[in-house]
């Protein structure tokens, strides 16, 4: 059970790190799988409480780049529920008027995957509820490096000149261009770290830490995390009277 903060702000942009799968399925004596199955059902409880509630993006950590180091079979069966979960959710995040984006370097992923992807993407383009972004074979750094590898590009075929490169024109050649930071990042299992997560984005980001494990995050958990974003003043560097 979660003590429920009174939500007092409801930000534009939450961004999630999903962490605790694995730890919540072995404190069950279970397989690791189970953990991310487990957690599957939380995304669906997560992203449809964030639509109702009025949050305009929704960011997920789903599989990071060092993901991609852990054990061939893990990995097999991240793919497996990945492919299951656009399969299974594609026509509800459509008629819930989901917007679908996804972030990282897709050419790790599999060819079907891939195609996947682009076809949620296409059915949920024109939708005007909750965009959610799942963050996939995704790396800030990597990120923050292709985009200023674009910077370069364009600079050195005279598209744009060294003084005029400012921060604004940085992130329109990240992977986020057209979204907002996030306002509020929220991290599940008591870990307290953003591992390589939005970096360029977060920079004056509200951290909530949680001690659940994602596969227990509901919408009780969601609102509590909430209603300590809206306890917080954010004041950018200024000061407030």
């Known amino acids: 059970m979660h003590a429920e903060k009174p939500v007092t702000a409801i930000p534009r942009h939450v961004a999630i790190i999903m962490d605790g799968n694995g730890r919540w399925a072995k404190a069950r004596h ?6 991310h199955r487990k957690g599957m059902e939380a995304v669906r409880v997560v992203v449809r409480a964030a639509g ?10 789903g599989f990071s780049s060092e993901n991609w180091k852990r054990p061939e079979a893990e990995v097999s069966d991240l793919m497996g529920l ?3 979960y656009l399969r299974r959710e594609a026509r509800e995040l459509h ?15 599999a060819p079907d995957i891939q195609d996947q992807l682009m076809g949620v993407e296409a059915m949920t383009r024109d939708n ?16 923050i490096i292709c985009a200023a590898q674009q910077v370069a590009e364009d600079v050195k075929r005279g598209v744009l000149a060294p003084e005029d490169i400012t921060e604004e024109t940085f992130s ?7 979204i907002p930071d996030p306002d ?8 307290k770290r953003i591992s390589n997560f939005l970096l360029w984005q977060m920079a004056y980001t509200e951290f909530v830490f949680i001690d659940t494990f994602w596969p227990d995050f509901d919408r009780a958990a969601l609102l509590s995390a909430l209603g300590e974003y809206g306890q917080r003043e954010r004041r950018y560097g200024a000061i407030v009277a």
Do not use: C, N, W
């Open 95 to 109: 008629a819930q008027g989901v917007r679908l984006r996804v972030i990282g370097d897709r050419s790790r992923l």
């Open 52 to 61: 109702e509630l009025g949050i305009d993006y929704l960011t997920l950590f």
């Open 30 to 35: 279970l397989p690791r799988v189970a953990g």
């Open 184 to 191: 509020l990042l929220i991290r599940t299992s008591g870990e």
């Open 82 to 84: 990945l492919r299951l």
């Open 128 to 143: 005007t509820g909750l965009t959610l972004v799942i963050a996939l074979s995704y790396g800030g750094r990597a990120e």
């Open 172 to 178: 329109a050649h990240l992977f986020t261009g057209d």
